[in-house]
């Protein structure tokens, strides 16, 4: 008979999800339910304060569902002021439970940020609560976006600029959240600013492709008048790559129609005005390359007094003439 005792395995405890990844399914599945933004705003508030020390570490923000939830309703027109007044509130509380700004949510399958998405709806008054609260205007999110760039991106498919998305841009502006001058971003995005501020003539990605468009370029390519217009009025310019790009995908003969827009009434733009408007003068600047302007100090007056040069040659010399010029298909 065996005498031997016979060996238990102690059961090892169920693990318990923390207290951090508790509030974020809470509020997550609140933000599903009926009157979910309401409901996420009671559990903040009656949240502990290690569990938000929690939820920050976990950089997880739970206004990110939120304003997709009351983006939902976006139209042309705006949103309602019932919706706006609630996300207020709802950023006021995180602000007073301490919940960081810059944290962070999966909605889908990207990564978004309550800025951008703020930006991207046209809620202007929750835009102007979370830059005042510290949210950093260069953070991109996963689509690569950051809140300057979604600020013209109308989420109704039109290809209208919104007034609601026209109060966001210049709230960006006002509160000095984006800046014309590369060496001004250049400067600031160093070190513990990195992010504080945004390049009016940066690139960033569009979703579903490789390819990266800055916002006047994507003004063109949407035939965003409005934007076109507000950008170049704030002292955004064409660079080298949206030139580039605008003849790589023959964007050229509507890049001229849109730059004779933004100077005169687009019902008095006539086939003189166009073939004006391949000429260089001072009120059309903006829409010459850099590189251009580079070939004419380079030129080096071409022999010429300076005044002479600058009135007779300079006018006709075409945008692409310091550019080498090569056949390609259309990308977009």
Same mark, same amino acid.
């Given at each position: 008979m065996n005498t031997s005792k016979k060996s238990y395995r102690r059961r090892k405890p169920r693990k318990c999800e923390p207290l951090s990844q508790l509030l974020q399914l809470q509020c997550e599945s609140a933000i599903q339910a009926p009157g979910g933004v309401s409901k996420v705003l009671h559990l903040i508030e009656g949240a502990s304060d290690h569990e938000i020390k929690l939820l920050n570490e976990a950089r997880y923000s739970p206004l990110v569902g939120c304003i997709f939830r009351l983006g939902k309703n976006t139209t042309r027109n705006g949103n309602s002021l019932k919706s706006q007044l609630q996300l207020d509130e709802l950023i006021k509380?995180?602000?007073?439970?301490?919940?960081?700004? !810059?944290? +962070?949510? #999966? %909605?889908?399958e990207r990564l978004h940020r309550p800025l951008i998405v703020a930006a991207y709806y046209g809620y202007h008054s929750a835009v102007r609560l979370l830059l005042q609260q510290g949210a950093l205007p260069d953070l991109r999110d996963g689509d690569g976006k950051n809140v300057f760039f979604a600020a013209f991106q109308n989420p109704t498919g039109s290809n209208t600029l919104r007034e609601c998305d026209k109060q966001v841009a210049e709230i960006l502006w006002d509160v000095g959240a984006v800046t014309c001058d590369l060496g001004e971003w250049r400067k600031m995005n160093q070190g513990p600013s990195l992010g504080c501020l945004c390049y009016s003539n940066d690139n960033c990605?569009? @979703?579903? /492709? *490789?390819?990266?468009? /800055?916002? &006047?370029?994507?003004s063109l390519h949407n035939k965003c008048l409005q934007t &076109? #217009?507000? @950008?170049?009025? #704030?002292?955004?310019?064409?660079? $080298?790559?949206? %030139?580039l790009r605008i003849i790589k995908c023959k964007l050229f003969k509507r890049f001229l129609a849109m730059v004779a827009c933004v100077n005169s009434n687009p019902s008095q733009v006539t086939a003189k005005v166009?073939?004006? &408007?391949? /000429? *260089? !003068?001072?009120?059309?600047? *903006? /829409?010459?390359?850099?590189? *251009?302007?580079?070939? @004419?100090?380079?030129?080096? !007056?071409?022999?010429?007094?300076? $005044?002479? %040069?600058? +009135? !007779?040659? @300079?006018?006709?010399?075409a945008r692409d003439w310091f550019f080498i010029q090569k056949e390609s298909k259309s990308v977009d």
């Open positions: 509380v995180c602000h007073r439970r301490q919940l960081s700004v !810059n944290s +962070s949510a #999966k %909605f889908g990605a569009i @979703v579903g /492709s *490789w390819s990266y468009r /800055s916002v &006047m370029y994507q &076109m #217009k507000f @950008v170049v009025e #704030k002292g955004s310019v064409i660079t $080298d790559g949206d %030139f166009l073939q004006h &408007m391949k /000429s *260089w !003068n001072k009120e059309i600047d *903006w /829409s010459f390359p850099p590189t *251009w302007k580079v070939g @004419v100090i380079l030129s080096q !007056n071409c022999g010429l007094p300076e $005044d002479i %040069f600058r +009135s !007779n040659v @300079v006018p006709f010399l």
